[in-house]
């Protein structure tokens, strides 16, 4: 398993070991779906509900999890509070931005080759390019200010994201969409 944190940055990029088996379990379902969010956020690109579940997205998440806790202080209580995917099709992209007030941020690689459009970072100075690969999880700080530039095939790039926060004390934050 492949595993990079930047020194800078704090970027974790992991290889997740059950891609298989979650990509045969996703992918039919995301590759006609419709864009239920009208590119009205930051991702112009097709887009489903703000929480989307599976078993087999259930175990990306807790492997998610047990990397991320040890950016929140190694509180085992952190949690996703969102949970979407992004397929972009030719000529779609997503702009600047970030995830603040959440805590962390993740991006999964479903379906992609290497030379599609990457995932940019951007701050303070700092910026780096992380090329997409099938299977890889990316879990960065939330203020760090992304995009994806223009995607310029006729294939799909399908990502899995969400955002994590620390809980206090165990309690459930609120759901915010």
Known sequence: ??????????????????????????????????DVQNKETNVKATMTEWHISSLQIEYLKMFTLSHANKFLWHNPNCQFLDFWANIYRKGEHAIWHDHVPDHLAMVYFLKSKRYYSPLCFQ??????????KEGRLVIFPAHLKHNVPEHKYNGTRITLAGNIVATKYGNRPLVRR
Do not use: Q, W
């Open 1 to 34: 398993m492949e595993c990079f944190v930047h020194p800078k940055t704090k970027i974790l990029i992991l290889d997740y070991p059950n891609h298989k088996e979650l990509k045969e379990e996703i992918l039919p379902v995301l590759k006609n779906y419709k």
């Open 123 to 132: 701050s303070f100075g700092f910026n780096k390019r992380i090329f997409p």
